[in-house]
């Protein structure tokens, strides 16, 4: 019977329950190891006891989307928002690379910083044809970097 304190990463106590204690951990502890101790006080049958462990929490992995909002033409610019989200909670944040790609090797390229998971890009002038558009992600400390990823395509007319 009692509580069992978590210190280090976290603070929190429990009571036990059929001589288990259970923590929620919160979802925005950044990924890494995190030194952890968790201390029994005891009770009338039981002495006091603790015990360090080390918790790791692995980066997420995240899904680029596009989402073109004006489409450009092979004489002035378009926009696009790409967006970037994981599964898990929180936010990624940094850089991502946007190449256009058409077939005969033609490639455009922009790189821009995340602002709430989302990057408003200016798409470059692309010639008349149907262009690729892949997404890499640069991780950040939360969150694992992708590859250039296919995520859609733009259809220049004119």
């Known amino acids: 019977t009692g509580t069992v304190t978590l210190s280090g990463a976290v603070a929190q106590s429990a009571t036990l329950v059929n001589g288990t204690a259970t923590f929620a951990l919160p979802a925005t502890l950044p990924a890494g190891s995190k030194a952890l101790t968790a201390s029994y006080a005891g009770d009338v049958n039981y002495n006091a006891s603790s015990?360090?462990?080390?918790?790791?929490?692995?980066?997420?992995?995240?899904k680029a989307t596009d989402k073109v909002t004006?489409?450009?033409?092979p004489k002035k610019k378009g926009k696009a928002t790409i967006?970037?989200?994981?599964?898990?909670?929180?936010?990624?944040?940094?850089?991502?690379?946007?190449?256009?790609k058409k077939k005969g090797k033609s490639t455009k390229t922009v790189t821009k910083n995340l602002s709430s998971g989302k990057g408003k890009i200016s798409v470059p002038k692309?010639?008349?044809g149907t262009w690729k558009i892949y997404v890499k992600y640069n991780g950040s400390t939360n969150f694992n970097k992708t590859g250039a990823k296919y995520v859609g395509t733009v259809k220049v007319k004119k």
């Not at 004006?70 to 033409?73: A, G, I, L, N, Y």
Request: no cysteine; net charge positive; aromatic share 2%.
């Open 51 to 62: 015990v360090a462990s080390t918790l790791v929490i692995a980066k997420a992995n995240v």
């Open 70 to 73: 004006k489409r450009p033409t």
């Open 83 to 100: 967006t970037v989200k994981s599964s898990t909670s929180g936010t990624p944040t940094g850089k991502i690379t946007v190449t256009f």
């Open 126 to 128: 692309l010639g008349k």
